[in-house]
């Protein structure tokens, strides 16, 4: 089956720096990503909505030059958190589909990247 | 507002039971809805999908249905294991999938 890869898994990274984390689609094409943000005990809050070749949609109350998104291809997409601070720290996931196929195909999931900013 | 609600917020059976999740929805549109099973420090797996049209899906032991009239789905799982302890989570599309709506998740432990 469909197969997203995120990485890394988890990373620790002091206040001020940057860090990317790369999301893959393995199997497919994935045309349309998405990125988003969990907090302990809280629901997935969607970030952004990335579409190769274009630029991100960003959610209202995200910072996009923050927050940086590159779909680059069909099988890559990458969130850069920048100059980043403690309260950065969260689970990032990321998502992907081809809006080529059926409206209600899974949705797959990255397995997550830990954040924590100290 | 485009809203998923979904109880009980936790709940603890004994391995072999069964049990039953439920999520409520007002969301307009409606498109599909998916139930997804996310574990701790892992990305969400899917479960079900449901359309307008579909009033009930199994995948294994996991049975999802769907009232669309009254705006309710539920999740029932048949002989519960361990490895079922996880956060069950509820998903409305409304068109697109730009426009999902997350439940905030039911966590289901499992016990000896």
């Known amino acids: 089956g469909a197969v997203v890869s995120q990485h890394p898994s988890w990373v620790i990274c002091k206040s001020g720096t940057s860090v990317k984390i790369e999301c893959r689609s393995l199997d497919f094409q994935a045309t349309t990503m998405f990125w988003y943000r969990q907090f302990p005990k809280q629901s997935l809050m969607l970030m952004a909505t990335?579409?190769?070749?274009?630029?991100?949609?960003?959610e209202q109350g995200v910072e996009k030059d923050k927050f940086l998104i590159n779909h680059a291809s069909l099988t890559l997409s990458t969130l850069t958190v920048t100059s980043a601070h403690p309260e950065d720290s969260s689970f990032y996931i990321c998502?992907?589909?081809?809006?080529?196929?059926?409206?209600?195909?899974?949705?797959?999931f990255g397995n997550g990247t830990r954040l924590t900013v100290t | 507002k485009n809203q998923v609600e979904q109880s009980p917020q936790s709940l603890i059976i004994l391995e072999g039971k069964n049990c039953t999740l439920q999520c409520n929805y007002t969301v307009s549109p409606f498109s599909n809805l998916r139930w997804y099973k996310q574990d701790t420090g892992r990305g969400p797996v899917s479960l079900t999908i449901m359309t307008f049209s579909e009033n009930t899906k199994s995948n294994g032991r996991y049975t999802a249905t769907l009232d669309a009239d009254t705006k309710q789905s539920s999740l029932h799982i048949t002989a519960s294991q361990l490895s079922d302890s996880a956060s069950y989570i509820c998903?409305?599309?409304?068109?697109?999938?730009?426009?999902?709506?997350f439940g905030k998740g039911t966590m289901l432990l499992v016990s000896p």
């Open positions: 990335s579409n190769e070749g274009s630029k991100a949609t960003y």
């Open positions: 998502s992907a589909t081809d809006v080529t196929q059926a409206y209600n195909s899974p949705l797959h």
């Open positions: 998903v409305v599309s409304a068109s697109g999938y730009s426009t999902l709506t």
